[in-house]
């Protein structure tokens, strides 16, 4: 049965997510529907990181459901994913071929890497990394898009060309969550995850390495 636009791509009910042993978030529940975008707000320490994470399924959740993400959800975390030794191109190429699409050219045009294609990505600049690291999520083919601070290092212009991959993106039915302070200009649904914020055990201390 095809998905109408009124099917959410992705429920989350009553979760609660971990950080080195210790409950973090609690009671997190919100449902994301084909073209539209979560925001989640909130200073260091959070959490942001840690939903995300729990999301996509790299750390299991210490309770409640994450419906709809299984193969459905591609994540750009702080980390941009690349392989140094392999020109732009060819990091993008090994992605597409991963996930099983054919052709990088739409990703190379969207953020502006054509004239790097064949530039191997440890010659890059921290900005140029960023954008080919936020390109690989055109060659994933998932409709759901796990994004925690996509704008760092990246210019006023490259954020432009980031807003305008996202808005396509939600064109076509697809949706994302996005961890940022940074005005996209696009219509988004803010949470702040203060609101989730687990008790702390008595005498216990959160590590803010991750948020």
């Known amino acids: 049965m095809p998905l109408r636009m009124d099917d959410a791509?992705?429920?989350?009910?009553?979760?609660?997510c971990a950080r080195g042993g210790l409950t973090v978030l609690e009671g997190v529940s919100f449902e994301v529907y084909p073209g539209a975008v979560l925001v989640l707000r909130g200073p260091n320490g959070s959490g942001k990181t840690t939903l995300l994470r729990?999301?996509?399924?790299?750390?299991?959740?210490?309770?409640?459901?994450?419906?709809?993400?299984?193969?459905?959800?591609?994540?750009?975390?702080h980390a941009d994913g690349l392989k140094g030794t392999l020109s732009v191109a060819e990091n993008l190429s090994f992605w597409a071929a991963l996930f099983g699409v054919h052709g990088i050219a739409p990703a190379l045009q969207a953020f502006d890497l054509e004239e790097l294609a064949d530039r191997p990505a440890q010659a890059l600049s921290?900005?140029?990394?960023?954008?080919?690291g936020l390109a690989r999520m055109l060659v994933t083919g998932r409709p759901i898009w796990l994004l925690d601070e996509p704008t760092v290092s990246l210019d006023a212009n490259s954020v432009g060309l980031f807003g305008a991959a996202v808005r396509r993106h939600l064109g076509g039915g697809g949706a994302a969550v996005i961890a940022t302070h940074i005005d996209l200009g696009i219509d988004a649904d803010v949470m702040d995850l203060g609101s989730f914020r687990a008790t702390a055990p008595q005498g216990g201390v959160f590590d803010e390495a991750f948020e």
């Open 9 to 16: 791509l992705l429920t989350v009910s009553e979760l609660a």
């Open 126 to 132: 921290a900005g140029q990394k960023r954008r080919l």
């Open 54 to 77: 729990t999301l996509a399924g790299l750390q299991p959740a210490v309770s409640g459901s994450v419906v709809g993400a299984e193969e459905a959800v591609a994540y750009a975390g």
